[in-house]
């Protein structure tokens, strides 16, 4: 119940236009998520029409041909509500992971799920863990309810790659009094990725009652032998649960489908605080024919595969340092130019992310394109770096 000098400080406040102050304090200090640069804006600012943008992780082959097809035939129903349990797409979800129907979330992309994730588990005051350099939804989330986000320092090579998740630190902070951690593998921005040992290692030092997100966003692309498992974690870790996307692999990143794969009793709860159709029946479609598309996948592998080659081999050859990454996009060292890096790559149409708010002020992330694009790329940093 509100005191009338509750009503009189509301009333002042909207009076004096100071609105921005009534929001909770975890969203009052937020900074907000900065995605790529669109096209289109480039497009007006500089008025140029060949613009590659390599800024957001995107798969650069556009949707699959039965994605598009299928979604043909569903745009005539969009006057109904979707399909709030989301059938055809968890049971064919399912069946290929080998998982029951009931241990998947789905969600409007794999970021609403993380978001569904914490507001499930995680009170105001209540401690998560993250590192340093981690995707950088997990902070935000973490704060907006008002939770304490503890960044942990990363690796400096001896508890996992350089850049890269300190699974020994993290585990250790994870234990003190801790609610929920994070786990991005491979991790956003860097591409760097913690192996199944010391996965293993780590998912076991964690008590039962903290729970464990794995974000998997770009999981379709790794070939590396000691990649975890992760699935296989859930039988002994009912405290854990898996974040995958189609996003990136998959080629839907504009229609935001993504989901988590946990016990059934952690579904059961994520099921009751999610929206009730937080995924559109064009995504749920689209999602659901993608899934049995294996050859697009194996397609966008391949192609990601010799991007990640054609794109090291010309840092390589123009001396730039970068993080070697199992993802779909490379951070590269600038030194203390980046901004006028990335400026300069602008003006030549070619559209790469600054990570400056990552902590690693000295890089630029570029995502893997098409062979072309990534020329386009490798040409423009030449001219870039020899005009310094
Ligand atoms: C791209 C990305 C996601 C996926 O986000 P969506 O909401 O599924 O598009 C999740 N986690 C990480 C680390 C990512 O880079």
Request: charged share 20%; net charge neutral.
């Amino acid at each position: 119940m509100c005191s009338i000098t509750q009503i009189r400080m509301i009333k002042d406040s909207i009076a004096e236009n100071r609105c921005e102050q009534l929001a909770v304090s975890g969203v009052q200090s937020l900074t907000p998520y900065q995605p790529g640069k669109p096209i289109s804006e480039l497009a007006r600012e500089l008025g140029i029409t060949s613009i590659v943008k390599l800024a957001s992780n995107e798969n650069p082959l556009g949707p699959s041909p039965k994605v598009v097809e299928k979604l043909q035939q569903e745009l005539t129903d969009i006057n109904r509500y979707p399909d709030g349990s989301g059938f055809e797409l968890k049971n064919a979800l399912a069946s290929k992971l080998k998982i029951s129907v009931d241990q998947i979330t789905l969600g409007n992309g794999s970021n609403d799920v993380l978001e569904v994730i914490a507001r499930t588990f995680l009170a105001a005051g209540e401690k998560a863990v993250y590192s340093q350099h981690a995707f950088a939804v997990y902070p935000l989330i973490v704060q907006a309810i008002g939770a304490l986000g503890v960044c942990v320092p990363a690796s400096d090579g001896t508890n996992g790659p350089c850049f890269g998740h300190d699974l020994v630190a993290m585990a250790f902070q994870a234990s003190d009094n801790c609610k929920m951690v994070f786990i991005a593998n491979p991790n956003n921005p860097t591409g760097t990725y913690s192996n199944d040992q010391s996965l293993q290692r780590f998912v076991d030092a964690i008590p039962s009652k903290v729970i464990i997100v794995i974000d998997e966003a770009y999981y379709e692309y790794i070939d590396a032998q000691d990649y975890p498992h992760s699935l296989a974690l859930l039988q002994s870790h009912p405290n854990l649960i898996i974040t995958r996307t189609f996003s990136k692999a998959y080629g839907l990143a504009g229609l935001r489908v993504g989901y988590s794969v946990s016990s059934a009793g952690v579904a059961g709860l994520l099921n009751r605080v999610r929206q009730p159709f937080n995924v559109n029946s064009l995504a749920l479609a689209a999602a659901h024919t993608a899934v049995n598309d294996a050859d697009y996948v194996q397609m966008s592998k391949r192609l990601n595969k010799q991007g990640l080659t054609q794109l090291s081999k010309g840092f390589e050859d123009l001396n730039v340092d970068y993080i070697s990454s199992v993802g779909n996009f490379i951070c590269f060292n600038c030194g203390h130019d980046n901004a006028s890096v990335f400026n300069r790559l602008l003006t030549k149409g070619i559209i790469v992310r600054r990570v400056d708010n990552y902590q690693l002020p000295q890089y630029l992330r570029v995502s893997v394109g098409l062979e072309d694009e990534n020329s386009r790329f490798l040409d423009a940093l030449k001219t870039v770096l020899q005009s310094k």
